[in-house]
């Protein structure tokens, strides 16, 4: 018998009324013959609401409490849909992500899985029930528990679906597919048939929240058939897989962009290499993601670096570098805030160049001021005044063709 994994987002589950509709959708899925373990998030803005409720207490309240009171959320969901299953009839179960032997790193807030004990899952399944799954947590080997990153419950999905050796994973959502960019964003934006891993292990990165980058990295590295579809609606969503068989020639597939950024630029006397290491060695001990790192090195001013990481870990990343600051040897750190990331996405960049000369001629159109850029292989990405963020993604979408009535 075959094993198919369904997860649903918070919106999906927002309502005691939307539940009963989850659990009718899975039972319909049941009744094909398969094996169903559905995993779902904290219902709404929950995981919101206990931020702020932590946040009322403390502006650094401890990670691992932090853990265990956002775990709470998803616990609430799994409960209640095991009891929509009963009331419809049918037998489920419902799950903690220890209790599903979902293992983790350490790394409390942001931590990776890394072992599936499936064996709970798999007797359960055995004996016909529903497994209904906490996403978005997991235990470490001392027993605390752990959560995976906002939006990390497509990541518990992806996980369980490589364990179990799924035949699918599908992520239900309020958007029927992955679109070109962000539908409530960018108006011209429009849904993919199909994305590569590559591409959407991109998007997902640099900010296009339908997927968690890990949940996407998980798909690629197990080849998990994954798809993004509508909780709304029967539409067939967007598969994403390893080649894409439509729309091949596009150069760039999608327009992504983040908020809440913000850059630090630190100068420091001679010998710079050595202050270099230091400066990201002690973010790095203090679990801080930096992102954009640009190293400025000439004979008439002194050395400085310009990184740019989360605007939520700003106030941790001047405190740790103001207290390593003879350690690092930095004469002075500036911190702009209110930026925004925006970067294009596509394979077809590899084979053509110019791409990023086009896309800085499109913002100086639109009186952008670029702060920041870096690429890979397949993406351009540029830091920008947050207030120029929406306007800059729709003027790239526009302008690479990804707005339906322009498709060359
Ligand atoms: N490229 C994209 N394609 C589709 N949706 C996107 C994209 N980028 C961002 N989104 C946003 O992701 C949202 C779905 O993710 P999320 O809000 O986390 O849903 P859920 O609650 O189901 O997990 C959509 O409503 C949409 O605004
Ligand atoms: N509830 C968590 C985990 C999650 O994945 O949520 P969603 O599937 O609604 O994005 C969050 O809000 O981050």
Not at 114 to 124: F, N, P, S
Not at 189 to 212: C, F, P
Not at 289 to 300: A, C, L, R
Not at 373 to 394: C, F, H
Request: with cysteine.
């Amino acid at each position: 018998m075959t094993t198919i994994v369904m997860k649903f987002g918070g919106t999906s589950v927002a309502t005691p009324e939307k539940i009963l509709g989850v659990a009718k959708r899975a039972i319909r899925e049941k009744e094909q013959g398969k094996r169903v373990v559905i995993v779902v998030s904290a219902m709404g803005k929950t995981t919101d609401a206990l931020l702020g409720l932590a946040s009322d207490i403390s502006q650094e309240p401890p990670k691992r409490e932090m853990d265990m009171l956002l775990a709470t959320g998803e616990q609430v969901t799994i409960s209640l849909l095991a009891m929509a299953f009963k009331k419809l009839g049918h037998d489920a179960l419902s799950f903690t992500g220890w209790q599903a032997g979902i293992e983790t790193e350490s790394v409390p807030r942001n931590a990776r899985i890394e072992t599936i004990h499936t064996k709970r899952l798999e007797d359960a399944l055995d004996s016909g029930l529903f497994c209904v799954v906490a996403g978005f947590q997991g235990v470490d080997r001392s027993g605390n528990i752990t959560t995976l990153g906002r939006g990390g419950s497509d990541t518990t999905a992806v996980a369980l679906a490589a364990a179990l050796k799924a035949e699918k994973c599908e992520i239900y959502t309020d958007v029927d597919g992955v679109y070109t960019s962000d539908p409530r964003y960018v108006t011209g934006a429009r849904k993919l048939e199909q994305i590569s891993y590559d591409e959407m292990l991109e998007l997902a990165n640099l900010g296009a929240g339908v997927l968690h980058p890990r949940a996407v990295e998980f798909a690629k590295n197990n080849l998990v058939p994954l798809s993004v579809r509508a909780s709304y609606s029967d539409e067939p969503g967007t598969t994403i897989q390893e080649v894409i068989t439509v729309e091949k020639n596009l150069i760039v597939r999608g327009v992504a962009f983040e908020p809440d950024i913000a850059r630090i630029t630190v100068s420091y006397s001679k010998p710079f290499n050595g202050s270099l290491a230091n400066i990201f060695t002690t973010l790095a001990q203090h679990l801080i993601d930096v992102d954009i790192i640009v190293q400025s090195i000439s004979d008439e001013f002194p050395p400085s670096v310009s990184f740019s990481i989360k605007e939520d870990s700003l106030e941790e990343a001047k405190r740790v570098l103001s207290e390593a600051r003879g350690h690092i040897g930095f004469t002075a750190m500036d911190v702009e805030t209110g930026l925004a990331k925006v970067s294009i996405v596509g394979s077809g960049m590899v084979s053509n160049p110019g791409v990023a000369a086009r896309m800085f001629d499109i913002l100086r159109g639109q009186d952008v001021p670029v702060k920041m850029v870096s690429t890979s292989e397949i993406k351009i990405s540029v830091v920008v005044p947050s207030d120029t963020m929406k306007r800059s993604a729709n003027a790239l979408h526009d302008a690479y063709g990804l707005t339906p009535a322009t498709v060359q």
